[in-house]
């Protein structure tokens, strides 16, 4: 049985995000929980809720499930104005990102009945 859980418009860039998903993408799930307060990345947190709410999705104790697909896409830039010259404007964005978790109780993707 798979169970997937999203965050969306997140304020942390794909890259960033990227980086914790590689360290617990393919491990199980209490695995995962071992090593994510080790790493030393703000965006940790984020993957971490996200994790446990793809755990209680799948409605089952961890110790069972694996981390199967974790996935992270741009998402819309966010438009903001900074002061400039002469009274005038300048534009930047903030980058978003949407996160896409998956656990699965066996550990290639496919459930183990079938």
């Known amino acids: 049985m798979e169970a997937v ?3 969306r418009f997140v304020r942390f860039s794909a890259r960033k995000i ?3 998903l590689k ?3 393919g491990h199980s799930v209490e695995s ?8 030393p990345r703000a965006a940790r947190v984020l993957v971490e809720k ?3 709410s793809a755990v209680a999705n799948a409605g ?3 110790s069972g499930l694996f ?7 741009l998402g819309p830039p966010l438009k903001r104005v900074r002061a400039h010259a002469m ?3 300048s534009m930047y964005k903030r980058k978003t990102s949407h996160l896409t978790i998956i656990v699965s109780d066996s550990q290639n993707g496919r459930s183990i009945g079938q």
């Open 5 to 7: 859980a999203h965050s």
């Open 18 to 20: 990227g980086q914790v």
């Open 23 to 25: 360290v617990i993408r």
């Open 32 to 39: 995962a929980y071992r090593q994510l307060p080790f790493i």
């Open 50 to 52: 996200t994790l446990r």
């Open 60 to 62: 089952q104790e961890p």
């Open 67 to 73: 981390v199967t697909k974790a996935w992270v896409g």
């Open 87 to 89: 009274g005038s404007r």
